[in-house]
């Protein structure tokens, strides 16, 4: 999910959980809604949780227009690709999480 952050590289939501449900998803966003209003779009890749009911229902409750980038393309969504690598290289891949509780922790930093 791309939303511009107030600076760059700076995560506005980061989620640890088992699985990550559309519903839990759409709570989220309504949560970044209230911090910093709503996006112009929201660009995402064909994921479950972002093509459930829900998130169809939350964008079309808040008109929020969502784009989803081809699959196998995501180098159409290159900025949160990106993102995603360095956060995997410099905490995912250098972490021992010995617990969820401990990854929601460290993700919060």
Not at 7 to 30: W, Y
Not at 31 to 60: H, M, Q
Request: proline share 6%; net charge negative.
């Amino acid at each position: 999910m791309e939303w511009m952050a107030p600076a760059p590289g700076i995560a506005m939501c980061l989620i640890a959980d088992t699985s990550i449900s559309g519903a839990r998803v759409a709570r989220e966003l309504d949560a970044l809604v209230r911090i910093y209003g709503k996006p112009s779009c929201i660009v995402s890749d064909n994921g479950t949780e972002f093509t459930s009911r829900a998130i169809l229902k939350w964008a079309d409750q808040n008109a929020v227009p969502w784009h989803y980038i081809d699959p196998g393309k995501p180098q159409q969504n290159a900025f949160i690709e990106s993102f995603n690598g360095s956060l995997r290289d410099e905490l995912l891949n250098e972490e021992i999480f010995d617990t969820l509780d401990d990854a929601r922790r460290k993700l919060a930093l």
